[in-house]
């Protein structure tokens, strides 16, 4: 198959990319990793695996089930302890580029003698992508890349999904360059679209095969951002829950009449968790609640002192990170799930307590509203502790048949637009394109 370069260089002969995966094998008749799977993929992306990434393991394996064969590849492991199973096999099966030193600089070294003209071509984008006073960056953007097109060529693979249109993204447009291999990128947000100029967002956009957007949102703001010429590559995959998740239907949570209310989230600015505080402090002043936070990150020691400092320390627990085992078994013990979230692209705990059949409550921002409003939670202002607190109060009072109806419309709201397979076969029909 042909297609056109966007980069100038002519057509691409890509011989050997042709797959035929998106139909023609039942969902579970493929295992992963098959020899004889019809396409030959890598993925790609910054830190992996991460407990906060499970989203990308999740559509890795309905790829593989499909009968594509995925390589897997990251920038940097992320240094956590897994408790999970699945996330120790999947760091095994990872290749992390900035673990052998010698083999980047032998990479560079080979691509400048083999492949002069494109190696200084790659060279010189990493240098406008990064902004010339950043030339280690560009320099390490580059070896990367080098690196990447040796393991891509060695497997035999011709197209790298990429996950975050940031430095990934950027590395995969220099592989492009290098080598005859294609590159897509799925974006999140909110990282992307709080510096679209400086990440360059139009030309990653122009030069991949097509872009994914994980909501409606997303599309608008990579539209935004794009050429109108280039708004027909961009389109919307949801992600998707575990299959844990998905089959948490064989057991329904019963709902819960203790007071007690789940976060699930990164402990970062972005997450709004500070805000939650203040709102639990309102909310424990009139009613007896508990809320336990699942999660850890840098502001950590913040958000233990102001716990402290509102007295709180008997109506809040610091989880930590948890396996998703125990996030489904906190789930069944609690009346709702809260994301207070300032930034956020379309969150996938949102989606996996809603298959758990909880109500959710998370602040109107990005994709959320796409999938949470009144009748499946309490959708609330951005910023606002009164406002989070009223929801929480909410959750708290109401009787159980109005949180047994929410959490099965939230349940069947999910099966229907978050199914993995169902969304790996959205992926799967890109890819064999």
């Known amino acids: 198959m042909e297609i056109a370069d966007p980069g100038g260089r002519g057509s691409l002969a890509l011989q050997g990319w042709q797959c035929e995966a998106s139909d023609a094998l039942p969902v579970d ?10 396409c030959r993929i890598a993925y790609f992306t910054n830190v992996y695996p991460k407990i906060s990434h499970s989203f990308i393991r999740t559509e890795i394996a309905a790829l593989e089930r499909r009968g594509f064969a995925v390589h897997r590849f990251t920038i940097r492991r992320s240094g956590e302890r897994f408790e999970d199973a699945e996330d120790r096999g999947e760091d095994d099966r990872t290749t ?3 673990e052998n030193p010698r083999a980047l600089a032998g990479a560079v070294r080979a691509s400048l003698i083999t492949r002069p003209r494109a190696a200084l071509a790659a060279l010189r984008l990493s240098l406008c992508m990064t902004g010339r006073k950043q030339g280690l960056r560009a320099l390490a953007y580059f070896a990367e890349a080098a690196l990447l097109v040796r ?9 790298i999904h990429v996950h975050f249109g940031t430095n990934p993204a950027a590395v995969a447009r220099l592989v492009a360059r290098l080598a005859q291999v294609s590159y897509s990128f799925t974006v999140h947000g909110p990282d992307e679209f709080d510096d679209p100029r400086g990440l360059d967002l139009a030309g990653k956009i ?6 994914v957007a994980v909501s409606s949102f997303g599309r608008g703001q990579l539209m935004r951002w794009a050429s109108p010429d280039d708004w027909h590559r961009i389109r919307v995959v949801r992600c998707a829950v ?7 239907a064989a057991r329904p949570c019963a709902v819960v009449q203790a007071p007690r209310l789940l976060c699930v989230a990164r402990l970062s600015a972005q997450k709004g968790l500070p805000l939650l505080i203040e709102a639990m402090a309102k909310v424990a002043a009139q009613r007896a609640v508990t809320l336990d936070l699942i999660g850890d990150g840098e502001d950590r020691t913040a958000i233990e002192r102001q716990i402290a400092q509102a007295g709180l320390q008997e109506n809040v627990r610091l989880l930590g990170w948890q396996t998703g085992e125990a996030i489904r078994e906190a789930l069944g013990e609690v009346r709702a799930l809260i994301l207070p979230s300032f930034a956020e692209g379309l969150p996938v705990v949102l989606m996996e307590a809603m298959a758990c059949e909880r109500p959710v409550i998370a602040t109107a921002i990005a994709g959320v509203p796409e999938l949470v ?3 499946v939670g309490w959708l609330v202002p951005s910023g606002s502790a009164n ?10 009072d109401a009787q159980p048949e109005e949180l047994a109806a929410m959490g099965r419309r939230g349940r069947a709201r999910v099966l229907e637009r978050h ?3 169902q969304n790996a076969a959205q992926l799967a029909a890109l890819l064999s394109s």
């Open 242 to 248: 575990a299959p844990q998740f998905v089959r948490a």
């Open 419 to 421: 199914d993995p397979d």
């Open 373 to 375: 409003d009144g009748e």
């Open 151 to 159: 393991l891509l060529e060695r497997e035999d693979v011709r197209h």
């Open 29 to 38: 008749s493929a295992p992963a990793g098959e020899a004889g799977a019809t």
């Open 96 to 98: 992390a580029l900035l």
């Open 206 to 211: 122009a030069e991949a095969r097509f872009v």
């Open 387 to 396: 406002a989070l607190a009223e929801a929480m109060i909410s959750a708290l």
